[in-house]
């Protein structure tokens, strides 16, 4: 049995990020990665600018208080069409075109306008005050956005003001998930004695659709050897990924590392010293396609998504930073126990009070079984191997999910 840090780093390490790439437009490119580096042919910006509404003049003309002619006015779009001389001056709006000649902008509140002449009533601190230098914030063929960074709106802008309008980025990945059990059955069926109702197939659709993979769903597959390595044969050659919940225990119907095996999978993990989620298989195929067989329990499922799967997933995609699980300290709002016998993960819910993160453990009974109180979950405590307990108000590690 594995630890936790074992199983993290081996899982890792058995991860590059995949090769299949695509082009899409720039409207369609939210949430996705970037594929390659990117490169603008435009300075930014793209002239020599004011920062402000005011007056482009000559520094040498303001040191002191000073009286200029007006000869020009230069509103956004404008291309100016005289050269500010000495004792000269040009309004001019903000993200304007500098006039050639001015280098500094005094700003409107610091003048007084009279017709065609305008007051400087107070010097600028020095030159080139207000005026944004054309390249000064990037320069044309330098690197603009490097790769394996997700598209949001800030990098969507700046891929717009690039006149970026084909963007590179990785393709999805395609994730296949089943649910185990003979004793399974969808929402929309109605109980029979003996019979659970399958939510993890449901659970991980949505965590995996949240994470920008294309979701192959193969719902429940029951206790029969021939039907699930049927299953998991086509899953295998259809998916980057497959996530099975259920069947690998110890019981008797607990099929799936056999399977593996037949298939000429290379099981790496069989369990994990981690409460909920002992009982957790990853192996890798031959094709490089990864399988995660998740223990059965709903809360177990969860845990061991968001502690296993959910960072391999976003390592295959290809993010360059950020799918390492990270921990914060928080400060525990009530006391918390445990056995001490296996890395423990608490679920609850992580707010700010006082400047501090603060963890409240979900309430009532904290069985893996007990899907009920994981609504609101948006983190995990931890708790080492032989710590039993932490008093309320004293620091434990959290995984924010959410």
Known sequence: MLSVAEAEKLILESI???????????????????????????????????????YAVRFEDVKQPATLDLIEEIPA?????????????????????MPAGADTVIMQEETKREGDLVSILMPPEKQGSFVRYRGSYYQAGNPLLSPGIVLKAPEIAILAAAQCVEVPVFRRLRVAILSTGSELV???????????????QYALEALVAEMGAEVISLGIIRDDPTELKSAIATAVQSADVVISSGGVSVGDYDYVDRILEELNAEIKIRSIAIKPGKPLTFATFPNSTLYF????????????FWRFAQPAIRKLSGLAHGWK???LDAIATQELKSDGKREFYLWGSVSI???????????GT?????????????????????????????????????
Not at 186 to 200: R, Y
Not at 293 to 304: D, R, W
């Open 77 to 97: 779009g404008y291309q100016p069409q005289k050269t500010i001389q000495p004792g000269q001056a040009a309004r001019i709006l903000t993200g304007s075109v």
């Open 186 to 200: 969808t929402p929309d069926q109605p109980l029979q004695p003996g019979q659970i109702v399958d939510s993890n």
């Open 353 to 363: 009070a006082d400047g501090k993160f603060q963890f409240t453990p979900a309430g």
């Open 16 to 54: 590059q990020a995949i090769e299949g790439t695509e082009i899409i437009e720039l409207a369609k490119c939210r949430d996705r990665i970037l594929a390659a580096s990117i490169t603008s042919k435009l300075d930014f910006p793209h002239w020599n600018n004011s920062a402000m509404d005011g």
């Open 325 to 327: 699980p990270e921990f």
């Open 293 to 304: 067989g998740l223990p059965g329990n709903p809360a177990s499922v969860l845990v061991t």
């Open 366 to 402: 904290r069985l893996s079984g007990n899907l009920i109180n994981l609504a609101g979950t948006n983190a995990l405590g931890r708790m080492s191997i032989g710590q039993t307990h932490i008093p309320a108000g004293e620091s434990i590690p959290i995984l924010k999910i959410g």
